[in-house]
Every structure is written in structure tokens, then in C-alpha cells.
């Protein structure tokens, strides 16, 4: 299979920092999303890594390793705003599609 | 509007009836994929296309789903003898011509339920 894990829910409190963690099979890696979804709202995209590293945007990173077969999303100065599942997606093989973890339900407390 | 649009944005319907969803890509974007999300989980890939061939569809996708994409733009997902099982959000995404399909960008989903 092609597991991807990441933690159900987490808390974090507003203007704090929070880095959500992924994992997954690295057999046939192509590259990695993560993607933001409101309750009841379609998932919209936040970033994609396909080489290890770190890659910054705004007040959202995210960081791959390929070889350790682990990436995490990182939010600074956390806004109420920011509450919403956190989805961690995988592309193997070349394929386009998509394989989704079962998403990290940030609750974000002022 | 420029993004994926789809419809219609909810429907219920009784077990037993057959459902048809519609998906309009963003314009330039040759590859579209449906994915069925239940509460609580990730979206499951269903299906998807690039221009008009179905390239991949998945094995847990019962023969009771059909997916076209006649002219390599809209597509539609057909559900024939709904089951309460099929009550999920179905989304739709589309992303532009690339070696691995580059990013995908989803419509506001499809919230079904069959009673």
C-alpha cells in the first residue's frame, strides 16, 4: 500500500506556530502536496515539494526529505481563520493522482 | 470565473435511482480527476482523464459508476442504482498539461445522499 499518515487533529493557540507531520511509502515517489480544507469547502492548495528542502510561502512552509519518507506543514503566526483540515497528498510513479492522508484537524484557540 | 465549477452542488435522491454530476475544468487544463470524500477522511481517488481518455480508474470504483469526458473538456459521473454507501461529497479537479499532471485544483464538490 501506499499509506499516507498524518495526526487526526491537533490545537494550537492564535499567534503561535504549529508544524503538522506526514508520512509516507517512498517506493515510487513523485512529489508531495498539502492542501487546506474548510469545513464543508473543496480542499484548496497550499504547496508542493518535490526535492528535499524547505519551501517558504507567506506564513506557510513545508519541508520534504525524500529519503526519510517524511514532509510537515508549518503555519506561523496562527489566526483564528487558520482552523480548517490540513491535507497531506502523494503522487507516485509519475501519475497524476492523487493518494490523500485522512487530513489533521487544526483547531486554532485565541 | 475561471476556476472548476460543478453541479449540481447538492442532490438527494433515493436509493435505487440512477445520479448524473457534471465537472467544468479550468479552460486550459487537459487533465480531470474525480475524487469521493466521506466525513472525517480524504478525498479517494475515483477516476481521471486527460483530453477525452479515461486513463486510470480505480479498483474500488464499483461497476455501478461511469465517468465520461466525451470532448476532452466537461465530464460527467454517472451513479446507477445509488446505495446509502454512495452519500459522500464528490469533487472534481482539474491541473495543466505536465509530465506528472501538476497541481490539481478542485470545484466546490457535489454533496450527494441517498436515503
Known amino acids: 500500500g501506499q499509506n499516507i499518515d498524518q495526526p487526526t487533529e491537533m490545537t494550537a493557540t492564535e499567534g503561535a506556530i504549529v508544524q503538522i507531520n506526514c508520512t509516507y511509502q517512498t517506493s515510487g515517489f513523485n512529489g508531495l502536496f498539502w492542501y487546506q480544507q474548510h469545513a464543508g469547502e473543496a480542499p484548496t492548495f497550499l504547496s508542493y515539494?518535490?526535492?528535499?528542502g524547505l519551501e517558504e510561502k507567506g506564513r506557510f512552509s513545508s519541508f520534504l526529505s525524500r529519503s526519510k519518507g517524511y514532509s510537515y506543514l508549518l503555519l506561523k503566526e496562527l489566526q483564528m481563520k487558520d482552523s480548517a483540515s490540513y491535507l497531506c497528498?502523494?503522487?507516485?510513479?509519475?501519475?497524476?493522482?492523487?493518494?490523500f492522508g485522512q487530513g489533521t484537524e487544526l483547531s486554532v484557540k485565541p | 470565473d475561471t476556476g472548476v465549477s460543478q453541479n449540481p452542488r447538492h442532490k438527494i435522491t433515493k436509493r435505487g435511482q440512477n445520479v448524473t454530476f457534471r465537472c467544468d475544468p479550468i479552460?486550459?487544463?487537459?487533465?480531470l480527476y474525480w475524487y469521493r470524500q466521506t466525513l472525517g477522511q480524504g478525498p479517494e481517488f475515483l477516476t481521471y482523464f486527460q483530453n477525452e481518455a479515461q486513463l486510470e480508474k480505480s479498483r474500488l470504483l464499483s461497476d455501478r459508476f461511469s465517468a465520461e469526458r466525451p470532448k476532452g473538456s466537461f465530464s460527467t459521473l454517472e451513479i446507477q442504482r445509488t446505495e446509502q454507501g454512495d452519500s459522500a461529497m464528490y469533487l472534481c479537479?482539474?491541473?495543466?498539461?505536465?509530465?506528472?499532471?501538476?497541481?490539481?485544483?478542485f470545484g466546490p464538490g457535489t454533496r450527494l445522499l441517498v436515503l
Open positions: 479552460s486550459e487544463h487537459n487533465r
Open positions: 515539494n518535490v526535492l528535499d
Open positions: 479537479a482539474s491541473s495543466p498539461p505536465g509530465t506528472s499532471g501538476g497541481t490539481q485544483y
Open positions: 497528498a502523494v503522487t507516485y510513479n509519475q501519475g497524476g493522482k492523487l493518494i
